[in-house]
């Protein structure tokens, strides 16, 4: 009975300790982090370097865009390998990431937000123009941070006057 009573307490004594909350510097850390590795992101695929862009995503991705679930790993495999591949775009012109935002849940898990402008050229010459957003739910595999969720939004280009929301922004709010 002793050890039913001593195993129930350590039960309950595991089950409510809370797990230590992060320092201010561990949580700028994990977003450095986080940014860094998503420009290595934009920068393999502006190079358009097929094996190092898949090196961001978990292999139990889960992945929606543009309001539709499109699938899995192998659906983001597909979709670069048609975009970087030997019949896909003919130049990356640029991937530009800006407005990161990350919530840090803890040591190994992240949300993170991401808008995104990119230009390429095709093969008849043409320039195509894109901009977006990124949500990635991040966790950290094998001391290397990865995509597992991923939501990306296209959008054509949009001009400030546009984005009827910004006056509401942060930075344009007046104190």
């Not at 595991?14 to 230590?20: A, F, L, P, T």
């Amino acid at each position: 009975m002793k050890r039913i009573i001593f195993l129930v307490f350590f039960l309950m004594l595991g089950c409510s300790q809370q797990s230590k909350e992060l320092s201010i510097d561990e949580i700028e850390q994990i977003k450095n982090e986080i940014i860094t590795r998503s420009q290595k992101h934009a920068s393999d695929l502006e190079n358009m370097d097929y094996e190092s862009v898949m090196t961001f995503y978990s292999k139990d991705l889960i992945m929606f865009g543009d309001g539709y679930y499109w699938g899995d790993y192998l659906t983001a495999d597909g979709v670069w390998k048609d975009i970087l591949g030997e019949d896909g775009w003919e130049e990356m012109l640029k991937w530009d990431l800006q407005n990161h935002k990350i919530h840090v849940h803890s040591r190994n898990a992240a949300s993170y937000l991401v808008e995104f402008d990119h230009e390429h050229l095709v093969e008849n010459g043409d320039t195509i123009r894109s901009s977006g957003c990124f949500t990635y739910g991040m966790q950290k595999l094998d001391g290397e941070w990865k995509a597992v969720t991923a939501h990306v939004t296209h959008i054509p280009v949009r001009t400030d006057d546009e984005k009827w929301w910004s006056k509401y922004s942060p930075s344009n709010r007046s104190k």
